[in-house]
């Protein structure tokens, strides 16, 4: 693999954020420069896992909420306006990311697509849109790579966010529903014929026995346990740093697979 820009999905709690940062670590020391996008609207914590402040909201950068909707109602008005807008005039590398928008630690950036911040403000469609333009529009050299954190649930699915992305990994939590979100999105992924691959997170090796009869086991890439240091860690919005000797092989495993993908 020379580039990738990858997704990570999962129901609400299942540890997104949590692999997410880890990755971003582990690509780090792989020499990767990491660009980490939360398309997540009401995640306010990743940023403190990775150990950056907050950057601006491409959303707000470029002209906030209200004005995108403007322009997206006026597109609806014909047949084909929406499929037809674009937001983005130029192909962007990583470099044309406006400096407001990426706060760094190290070779990891983190950009925020954006974020709910007052009640009754409307949906969160406008971001997105612009989730799934940046990603389709940005073009990655040789020793870049692309984690995309997602809200909970299928949501992006249905907004084509995995359009722009070369590769799917969902976490699973030890849950039914967790189970029933994974059958729904290996189809969907399937139908856009993208990679796609599991990792089980805060898993016993008896329950992760149990996991895998309801899933197609080949795609399980990862069976992370469930570690007191990450949970203190996310409990204190304290940046996660290090691996515990449980973890790092796991997600050392993962990286090598999608790298290799």
Request: charged share 20%.
């Amino acid at each position: 693999m020379i580039s990738m820009k990858m997704l990570i999905c999962g129901k609400g709690g299942s540890g997104k954020s949590t692999l997410t940062a880890l990755l971003a670590q582990q690509y780090e020391q792989k020499g990767k420069d990491v660009v980490v996008v939360d398309t997540d609207e009401s995640n306010l914590g990743l940023h403190r896992f990775l150990g950056v402040n907050p950057p601006t909201d491409l959303m707000d950068h470029m002209g906030g909420k209200q004005e995108l909707m403007g322009k997206m109602m006026s597109a609806m008005k014909s047949s084909e306006g929406m499929m037809n807008m674009q937001l983005f005039e130029k192909v962007w590398k990583i470099q044309d990311i406006p400096s407001a928008c990426i706060s760094e630690n190290g070779r990891v950036k983190l950009v925020s697509i954006g974020k709910i911040h007052q009640a009754g403000e409307g949906c969160a469609c406008p971001m997105g849109f612009i989730a799934k333009q940046f990603l389709k529009n940005l073009k990655l050299a040789s020793d870049e790579m692309v984690i995309v954190d997602t809200e909970a649930g299928l949501e992006h699915f249905g907004r084509g966010v995995e359009e722009g992305t070369d590769a799917v990994l969902m976490v699973l939590d030890p849950s039914y529903e967790s189970v029933l979100l994974a059958k729904k999105a290996a189809d969907m992924t399937a139908s856009m014929k993208l990679p796609m691959y599991f990792v089980l997170n805060k898993v016993t090796p008896e329950i992760a026995s149990q996991m895998k009869k309801e899933l197609p086991v080949e795609k399980i890439i990862g069976e992370i346990p469930l570690d007191q240091d990450i949970l203190a860690a996310g409990l204190s919005g304290k940046t996660l740093s290090g691996f515990s000797s449980a973890i790092e092989p796991v997600v050392q495993n993962i990286v090598s697979v999608t790298m290799n993908s």
